[in-house]
């Protein structure tokens, strides 16, 4: 793959395109691409919510329904495939093993533990938790592993899993943020397995600027930790992401269960029957983010709702005598603005892979081999992109 083209091709198509993924249905009722494409509006707003879901959750299905609409999105689907990563022979441990690690995280860490290739140097794990990857590298390949993680209590955890395994694992309450983290990395091979946001890309730069012999990475919410407007490593590129264009990388979930759908749905159509509210009752007629809320509120009904998050604001309500209009109202935008997002959501993996790439161009250019690909399938988690580097000797 030459990394430098696809970047740029995948750059210049995203630029183009973001009239169409940047425009939020939730903070705009009908963003302009609507007027502009008045027959896929139409035909999104009469998807029933079984058709809703299947689009949700099958992304080539999406492409499809979108295609006649908008014919760019077929070079999209060819810049966004990537190669699943052939998978090594993974010795397991027994059964006590993964004794305290959910079902599907031990999927996702042994899957990605499967995928690296060999291991020839010391291991460090980066934001490793209680070290649960490393521990498994550590008796995969009969490695020394140090794991960094700022939080003493899962250090500690940590230790005790590895001394009852009888792993070579040792672990450092370490912020990676902070410049102290460079004594633990020279001549290690680093390893971070959905490291959030800034917190991979200072593993990426200090890599190279300490020449590691290798890294692999699976990175995840790209909008976290870093600055607001991100920027990138490779020259030359045309997009400028903000945090929210970021977040639209991660917005795909494959994990969510029939309770947690419904409590999302509920806040969803509260939040926005409290904003109807508000514009009517305000001269303030833009939308206005809200702080995440306390989840215990939606065990209350919608007035109680919005008067508690209304004092939360420090917004006086006037008295109203309908709570059950505006709560349908609400419910009617959630249901629009589920279906207009589907648009946005055919683009997030194109947003996640430029920003993969970003990362594989700036560690060519320091010299490393690089690979891009997947380590498991998409239902065992979306945040499935592996990168692998190696130094040139």
Excluded at 262 to 286: I, P, T
């Amino acid at each position: 793959m030459n990394f430098s083209r696809h970047f740029h091709q995948l750059d210049r198509l995203l630029s183009d395109s973001a009239w169409l993924w940047r425009p939020q249905p939730y903070k705009e009722a009908r963003p302009q691409w609507c007027a502009r494409l008045p027959a896929l509006c139409a035909e999104l707003l009469a998807l029933d919510d079984a058709q809703l879901t299947q689009l949700s959750s099958d992304s080539e299905a999406l492409q499809r329904l979108l295609a006649p609409y908008l014919p760019e999105l077929a070079e999209l689907a060819l810049l966004t495939h990537l190669p699943e990563q052939p998978p090594a022979a993974l010795q397991v441990p027994g059964p006590h093993f993964a004794t305290g690690i959910p079902g599907r995280k031990w999927q996702q860490i042994s899957a990605f533990s499967a995928a690296l290739g060999e291991v020839r140097a010391p291991l460090l794990e980066w934001c490793g938790g209680k070290g649960h990857l490393g521990r498994l590298l550590a008796f995969q390949w009969r490695r020394q592993v140090v794991t960094l993680e700022r939080n003493p209590g899962l250090c500690q955890d940590g230790e005790g899993m590895a001394e009852r395994s009888g792993v070579p694992q040792r672990f450092h309450v370490t912020d990676v943020l902070e410049d102290s983290v460079e004594a633990h990395l020279p001549g290690r091979h680093a390893v971070a397995l959905h490291a959030c946001g800034e917190l991979h890309r200072t593993l990426v730069r200090r890599a190279a600027a300490l020449a590691l012999p290798a890294l692999d990475i699976a990175p995840c919410c790209f909008h976290l930790h870093g600055e607001e407007r991100y920027r990138p490593f490779t020259p030359g590129a045309r997009l400028s992401l903000s945090r929210d264009d970021r977040r639209l990388a991660v917005t795909e979930t494959v994990t969510a269960v029939g309770r947690e759908v419904r409590l999302r749905d509920r806040e969803m159509a509260w939040k926005l029957g409290f904003e109807l509210l508000r514009q009517e009752q305000s001269e303030e007629q833009a939308y206005r983010p809200l702080k995440p809320i306390d989840r215990q509120w939606l065990r209350l009904d919608f007035a109680a709702f919005c008067q508690a998050l209304a004092a939360r604001e420090g917004i006086t309500l006037q008295p109203v005598r309908e709570w059950g209009a505006y709560e349908a109202r609400g419910w009617q935008r959630q249901r629009e603005t589920m279906r207009l997002s589907l648009v946005r959501h055919a683009f997030r993996r194109a947003i996640e892979l430029w920003l993969a790439l970003d990362l594989a161009c700036y560690l060519e250019a320091h010299g490393y081999r690089v690979t891009l690909g997947t380590f498991c399938e998409r239902e065992l988690t979306p945040r499935n992109i592996l990168l692998s580097a190696r130094l040139h000797p």
